[in-house]
């Protein structure tokens, strides 16, 4: 989950590195560092904490000037954060440099073998090891050969005794003119641009510079020079790669807060946009069509599936749970929801008769990554929903939709989960149509009130002052319950999550008729419980369980349909939400649980963005 990011040409390295570490930092940022090489030596900067502390002490501590450098924002796996732990890592001599973001499984063995051999070791970081090694293999190469052994073949030696997932970057003090780069199972994208060239985990920090990027593939290397550009290689056999070039679509605006105090508040109020280019293209409600490649090209496989298995994780996951009921409920497919991470161990039974739906926001998480492995080996159809064009995920599936989101830099996820609804929902409506397990008219009005979402969204956005006073009232409290029933159960255990990641509050969420089985028994006049009661589905079940939950002395906040009175009359806050079909109502709910959870955040002081322990895209496991 770490970002690296470098630079080789004609500019000074420094400020381009430490912007993009800025980028970047949504990927970790428990500590950070940089290295720059000015011609004669490398001159190294790092610190635990954020980047903001990395500049102020690179300012103090070293000579900033050279144009060759690369840098690191870390998320902690091996070794706890601090200085000594943090990237860059030197080889032994001093001459080698590295920088990395994964895991390298082997790294005792491997250590205990270079222990043998005379190495030592500052860091507890597996990364120092992997440099290490990589010197280890230069240094025995030259012996054997009695030639002078390039930086490439040994990254590329090394590479191979190595378990794990890494993308690197490595250079050697001895030969300035190249940065050596690979990748297996982490981003690395390199951008191209007039004698100079980006390193980086995403094109963030290069957007100024360039919109031209090659995105790496797995088990794949480059070398970079500043004289003889790129040459990728297959790490296993040594084989030549055609280079492709992508031209980047997204804008330096996009990833910039533009006035707002948080990424995550602006990311809220762009979904009522997010939603319309999500299905900009491929809905078009008036001629009652639904135009998406992916499920036109592949439509007899999917239709004739025996089932949908969709895997994902974290709010991701939760988008899946509510594809079931619309998948399900329209379609009348069977739709399993499994978390990617216990899916690829459970050993599941997988058929060739099954679509698998992979749901990832950056399309690189590394749990979801297995499990389409593991489905394409037991010769399942996989299709992948997705927002950053050119991700892992995007490129390993059989066919997929984009969610066309933006970039999304809060760490707590918001806009990608209602365009992962809004994707998931246009295959559900285009599926039913095809099989015919909806009528003309139903299916017309969904596409009318799909089209209308990006408005009622404006409209629910609109209760943010009222939200907020809500917050200060409940932001004192230690636990917190959500609940909700059919398509609005999977909104509350994403309630829940929102409340967690960034207020660090506990919170469940449960679906509103388990409540009496358990968690009834923690009610008391100090729990605050969010009920989402919209007038639709078992909208009486859910005014029952309001009852249950008064007469406990519990603290009720319901989101509820716009004009609702039953529930005003029994909560102690109502939030309103426009009115929409029952499948659709997710799309609105969700709103004030953003806010709610947003306005406790900043009234706790939290750190919204980068909350402790999280990073945005989990690429180890």
Not at 333 to 355: C, H, L
Request: net charge negative.
């Amino acid at each position: 989950m770490c970002g690296i990011v470098g630079y080789i040409g004609k500019r000074e390295a420094y400020p381009i590195i430490l912007e993009g570490l800025k980028r970047l930092e949504y990927r970790g940022y428990d500590s950070a560092g940089i290295a720059l090489y000015d011609g004669s030596d490398i001159k190294l900067s790092k610190t635990k904490g954020k980047v903001a502390d990395l500049e102020a002490k690179a300012a103090t501590e070293i000579n900033t000037s050279g144009t060759l450098g690369i840098g690191h924002t870390r998320w902690a796996t091996h070794g706890v954060p601090n200085d000594v732990n943090s990237h860059p890592h030197y080889s032994n001599s001093g001459n080698l440099v590295i920088i990395h973001n994964g895991i390298i499984e082997n790294y005792e063995s491997l250590k205990k073998e270079l222990l043998k051999r005379g190495y030592t070791f500052e860091s507890d970081t597996d990364t120092e090891v992997l440099i290490n090694l990589i010197e280890d293999v230069k240094t025995n190469e030259n012996v054997k050969t009695n030639e002078n052994v390039k930086l490439g073949k040994a990254v590329q030696i090394a590479l191979n005794q190595v378990v794990g997932a890494y993308a690197i970057a490595v250079f050697d003090k001895n030969k300035p003119n190249e940065i050596v780069v690979a990748k297996l199972g982490s981003p690395l994208a390199i951008g191209i641009g007039d004698e100079e060239f980006f390193i980086a985990s995403d094109a963030s920090p290069f957007l100024e510079y360039t919109k031209k990027a090659i995105y790496l593939e797995d088990e794949e290397m480059a070398i970079i020079s500043r004289k003889k550009g790129i040459k990728i290689r297959k790490i296993k056999n040594d084989a030549l790669v055609d280079p492709y070039i992508q031209e980047l679509q997204i804008n330096l605006e996009q990833i910039e807060k533009g006035g707002y105090e948080h990424f995550m508040l602006k990311e809220i109020h762009e979904q009522p946009n997010a939603i319309k280019d999500t299905y900009r293209g491929r809905l078009r409600a008036k001629e009652g069509i639904i135009k998406m490649s992916g499920i036109d090209d592949n439509l007899e496989r999917i239709l004739n599936a025996n089932r949908i298995i969709v895997v994902a994780c974290g709010t991701s996951w939760h988008a899946g749970l509510v594809s079931e009921y619309i998948f399900e409920n329209l379609a009348r497919i069977p739709v399993e929801v499994e978390y990617a991470s216990e899916f690829r161990y459970r050993n599941p039974v997988i058929t060739e008769q099954d679509v698998v739906i992979a749901i990832s926001q950056s399309g690189e998480t590394a749990d979801t990554l297995a499990a389409i492995k593991l489905a394409k080996s037991k010769g399942a159809f996989v299709f992948g929903v997705c927002n950053v064009v050119g991700s892992t995920i995007s490129r390993e599936t059989h066919a997929g939709a984009y969610t066309h989101a933006g970039p999304e830099i809060g760490v707590a996820s918001t806009k990608a989960f209602t365009t992962q609804i809004t994707v998931l929902t246009l295959i559900a409506l285009k599926l039913a149509k095809e099989k015919g397990t909806i009528s003309n008219s139903q299916f017309h009005m969904h596409l009318q009130e799909l089209e209308l979402i990006p408005d009622k969204v404006k409209k629910a956005l609109k209760s943010d002052s009222h939200i907020k006073m809500i917050a200060d009232i409940y932001k004192d409290a230690k636990n917190c319950l959500y609940l909700g029933r059919g398509y609005n159960f999977p909104v509350a255990l994403e309630g829940a999550l929102k409340l967690k990641e960034i207020s660090y509050i506990h919170a469940e969420g449960y679906p509103a008729a388990e409540m009496k089985h358990g968690p009834i028994a923690l009610i008391d006049e100090q729990m605050p419980v969010f009920v989402i009661a919209t007038k639709k589905g078992h909208y009486e079940k859910v005014v029952s369980n309001i009852q249950e939950i008064k007469s406990r002395s519990g603290k009720i906040i319901a989101i509820v349909t716009e004009g609702d009175e039953d529930v005003k009359y029994i909560a102690d806050h109502v939030i309103e939400v426009p009115d929409t079909i029952e499948s659709l109502t997710p799309l609105l709910t969700t709103i004030p649980l953003q806010l709610l959870s947003y306005h406790i955040a900043v009234m706790l002081d939290r750190n919204v963005d980068q909350p402790r322990n999280l990073a945005k895209s989990v690429t180890v496991e």
